[in-house]
C-alpha cells in the first residue's frame, strides 16, 4: 500500500472544497528505557525498509503481524523528523482556516509528553548532543508566528490560546486552576464547531509568549495532580491555538483556523491487582474515555449511523477531529521491546483502525457585512439581466 507516502489521503495534501482525507497515522518507537534495559532489551518488532512498516513477532501476537501506516519512525528518530512529516504540513491549513488535530496516543512511558511537548514536557533548548529536543507545540507555534509574518501586509492576525485537561470525565481549564467551575461543558456552537465553554483564551502575539501559556498550564496540570493525588498518566491534555485572520482590503472578513494538541492518557490495560476502590473507581472513568474513544473509531470506520460522540468528555472535544472537519494527525508511540509487547499490540491495533477514519475538512471562512450585501445585490443584478433576456 501506500509508501512513505504524500498522496491524496493526507492532511496538509492541500486542496480545498469538500474532498474527504483520511486520518494521517505515524507510528514512532522509543528507545529502551532503565526497565527494559534490565530485562535485556529483547526485541520484538522489525521494520520494513518502505520506512512505513513494522512487524511484531511471534509470541506476542499468536504469529508474526505486520502493521502499514503513514510512516514508522525507528527509535533513533529525531523530533525534527517527526515534526516534519507529522505536523508541519498542517501548518499551512491552519492559516488557510482549516480545523487540525494531532493527538499522541500509547501506554504511559511511550513517549507521547516527549513528542508533543519535549523532555519534561516542553524544557527548551538543546540536549546533551546539542540536538534540539523540543517537541510538537514548541515548533508548531514558531512555524505559525513565522508563516504570519511572511504574510501580505494587508493580512491581520490574532492568535489565542486554551489549555484544559481531562480528567475523570471533568474538564479543567489549566490556565486558570483557581476557577470555581473545574468541570467545564462542551458545547457544539453552529458555524464555531466544539466549544469548551468557559473555557479561558489568552491572545499571544509571539511563539514565546504561546509557549509561556503552555508552561504555565503544564505546571498547573503537574501541581494539581500532585495536590489531589491524582496519577497525571490518566489525564488528557487538550492545547488548542485559534488563528484568527482578516483581509483588511479584501472581501474576505475573517477566517479561522483552529489546532487541536492533545496528549492522551495512557492507553495501558489498568491492572487489576492492588487496586483500592478508589483507584479502581479511576481506572473504570478512564477506561470509560479511552473506550469511548476507541467506540466511536469503531463505529465510523464501519459506517454506523449513530457516531457515540456523545459517551465521553474526551470524544466529544475530540468530535470535529475524529470524522468531521478536520485534518487530523495521530501519532501512536510504542516500545519495540518484548517486556511491553502486549500494550504495543493494542496500540498498533488502534492505529490500523484510526488510518481508515476519513474527515471532511473545509474553510472556516466569513464575508464582511458589505460584502456580504455587495454579493446580494450582484446577484440579484444577474437575475435581473437573465429576466431581461
Ligand atoms: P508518556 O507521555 O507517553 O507517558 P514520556 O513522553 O513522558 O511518555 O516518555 C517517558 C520517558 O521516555 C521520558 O523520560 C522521555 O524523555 C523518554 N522518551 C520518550 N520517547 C523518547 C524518544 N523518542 N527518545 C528519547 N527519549 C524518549
Ligand atoms: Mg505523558
Not at 514512532?28 to 534490565?38: G, I, L, S, T, W
Amino acid at each position: 500500500r501506500r509508501r512513505g507516502s504524500e498522496g491524496a489521503a493526507s492532511p496538509g495534501g492541500g486542496g480545498g472544497g469538500n474532498a474527504s482525507t483520511n486520518v494521517r497515522v505515524c507510528c514512532r518507537f522509543r528507545p529502551a528505557n532503565k526497565v527494559e534495559e534490565a530485562q535485556g532489551a529483547e526485541r520484538a518488532v522489525s521494520f520494513g525498509e518502505d520506512a512505513a512498516s513494522v512487524t511484531l513477532h511471534e509470541g506476542i501476537a499468536k504469529e508474526d503481524a505486520t502493521f502499514t501506516f503513514d510512516r514508522v519512525f525507528q527509535e533513533s528518530s529525531q523530533q525534527d523528523e517527526v515534526y516534519d512529516y507529522c505536523a508541519k504540513p498542517l501548518v499551512k491549513d491552519v492559516l488557510d482556516g482549516y480545523n487540525c488535530t494531532i493527538f499522541a496516543y500509547g501506554q504511559t512511558g511511550s513517549g507521547k509528553t516527549h513528542t508533543m511537548m519535549g523532555p519534561s514536557g516542553g524544557k527548551m533548548g538543546p540536549g546533551n548532543d546539542g540536538e534540539d529536543l523540543r517537541g510538537v507545540v514548541p515548533r508548531i507555534a514558531e512555524d505559525i508566528f513565522d508563516t504570519m509574518s511572511g504574510a501580505d501586509a494587508d493580512t491581520e492576525f490574532m492568535i489565542k490560546v486554551s489549555f484544559v485537561e481531562i480528567y475523570m470525565e471533568r474538564i479543567r481549564d489549566l490556565l486558570n486552576p483557581g476557577a470555581r467551575n473545574q468541570n467545564l461543558r462542551v458545547r457544539d456552537v453552529r458555524g464555531r464547531g466544539v466549544v469548551i465553554e468557559g473555557a479561558e483564551e489568552v491572545y499571544v502575539s509571539s511563539a514565546k509568549e504561546l509557549l509561556k501559556v503552555a508552561a504555565k498550564g503544564n505546571a498547573s496540570r503537574a501541581i494539581a495532580s500532585t495536590r489531589m493525588n491524582q496519577d497525571s498518566s490518566r489525564s488528557h491534555s487538550v492545547f488548542m491555538i485559534t488563528v484568527s485572520q482578516r483581509k483588511t482590503q479584501s472581501t474576505l472578513l475573517s477566517r479561522t483556523g483552529k489546532l487541536f494538541l492533545v496528549d492522551l492518557a495512557g492507553s495501558e490495560m489498568v491492572k487489576k491487582t492492588g487496586a483500592t476502590s478508589g483507584v479502581l473507581e479511576e481506572a473504570k472513568t478512564i477506561n470509560r474515555s479511552l473506550s469511548a474513544l476507541g467506540n466511536v473509531i469503531k463505529a465510523l470506520v464501519e459506517g454506523a449511523k449513530h457516531v457515540p460522540y456523545r459517551d465521553s468528555k474526551l470524544t466529544r472535544c475530540l468530535q470535529d477531529s475524529l470524522g468531521g472537519n478536520s485534518k487530523t494527525s495521530l501519532i501512536i508511540t510504542c516500545s519495540g521491546f518484548k517486556y511491553n509487547a502486549v500494550e504495543t499490540l493494542s496500540t498498533l491495533r488502534f492505529g490500523t483502525r484510526a488510518k481508515r477514519i476519513k474527515n471532511k475538512p473545509t474553510v472556516n471562512q466569513e464575508f464582511s457585512v458589505a460584502e456580504y450585501k455587495a454579493m446580494v445585490a450582484r446577484s440579484r443584478d444577474s437575475l435581473l439581466m437573465m429576466v431581461k433576456y
